[in-house]
């Protein structure tokens, strides 16, 4: 006799497209308040979401990875969780050495910066880039070690 998996509707959501809608049993990710994972029959939350790695695993046991940007998480009544995303990448669409280099490239404007007149604004568009491409980096080097 195999057990009941209960599984909760997905979707995850960026202003250019949706990402992924499924049925899932857990999802992980980063929020502001700590990384947090959602199971089926969660109470409702809203949480902002940090830039980092986010881990779902479908109703049929498959494991999947994304990076994301920031945004926000909604688990709603009735099992439903719902991401807002700033940006989302699928791991196995991420490109390891774009992330390295375009964090690399973002690192080093940012040193300018400390020899440059000091805008607050650039300063945190810069730092926002690093932790997206780090997000990227971490999503694609983790699913290269899951798959082999």
Same mark, same amino acid.
């Given at each position: 006799?195999?057990?009941?998996?209960?599984?909760?509707?997905?979707? *995850?959501?960026?202003? &250019?497209? /949706?990402?992924?809608? +499924?049925? *899932?049993?857990?999802?992980t990710?980063?929020?502001?308040?700590?990384?947090? /994972?959602?199971? $089926?029959?969660?109470? $409702?939350?809203?949480?902002?979401?940090?830039?980092?790695?986010? %881990?779902? /695993?479908?109703? +049929?046991?498959?494991?999947?990875?994304?990076?994301?940007?920031?945004?926000?998480?909604?688990v709603? $009544?009735?099992?439903?969780?719902?991401?807002?995303?700033?940006?989302? &990448?699928?791991?196995?669409?991420?490109?390891?050495?774009?992330?390295?280099?375009?964090?690399?490239?973002? %690192? %080093?404007?940012?040193?300018?910066?400390?020899?440059?007149?000091f805008?607050?604004?650039?300063?945190? +568009?810069?730092?926002?880039?690093?932790?997206?491409?780090?997000?990227?980096?971490?999503?694609?080097?983790?699913?290269?070690?899951?798959?082999?």
């Amino acid at each position: 006799m195999s057990a009941i998996v209960k599984k909760m509707k997905f979707e *995850i959501t960026t202003p &250019e497209r /949706t990402v992924l809608t +499924d049925e *899932i049993h857990k999802i992980t990710v980063p929020t502001k308040k700590g990384e947090i /994972t959602v199971l $089926p029959e969660h109470i $409702p939350i809203v949480a902002s979401l940090l830039p980092g790695v986010i %881990e779902i /695993t479908d109703k +049929d046991g498959n494991f999947e990875l994304m990076a994301v940007s920031g945004g926000f998480l909604a688990v709603m $009544p009735g099992s439903k969780v719902v991401i807002l995303a700033d940006t989302a &990448e699928r791991a196995p669409e991420i490109d390891a050495e774009k992330a390295e280099e375009a964090r690399r490239i973002a %690192e %080093e404007e940012k040193e300018r910066q400390k020899t440059e007149h000091f805008d607050m604004k650039r300063f945190a +568009d810069v730092n926002a880039r690093i932790s997206k491409q780090l997000a990227r980096e971490r999503a694609a080097g983790k699913w290269r070690k899951l798959k082999g």
